[in-house]
């Protein structure tokens, strides 16, 4: 596995076409704002059986709670 020690280390949010850090609070509620045209049925997720059962608990969750849209499938049938 090639390491990258190149990680981000705080948040980044763009302004007028450039990054620059970000407070956490500040970046979650970017992230909220762009996500709420979205809510209900406009929102679907796609989820992988090859993660984690705790991780696609996770994403159903998300997409139900957070999102409110039971729009939610996996590959799990293929």
Request: aromatic letters at 6%.
């Amino acid at each position: 596995m090639k390491r990258s020690y190149a990680r981000l280390t705080e948040p980044l949010v763009r302004d007028n076409g450039s990054l620059r850090p970000a407070s956490m609070d500040e970046a979650m509620e970017r992230v909220a704002t762009g996500l709420s045209p979205h809510m209900g049925d406009a929102f679907g997720l796609f989820s992988c059986s090859k993660g984690t059962n705790e991780m696609n608990y996770m994403a159903q969750k998300f997409a139900r709670v957070v999102m409110a849209s039971n729009n939610i499938d996996s590959c799990n049938r293929t």
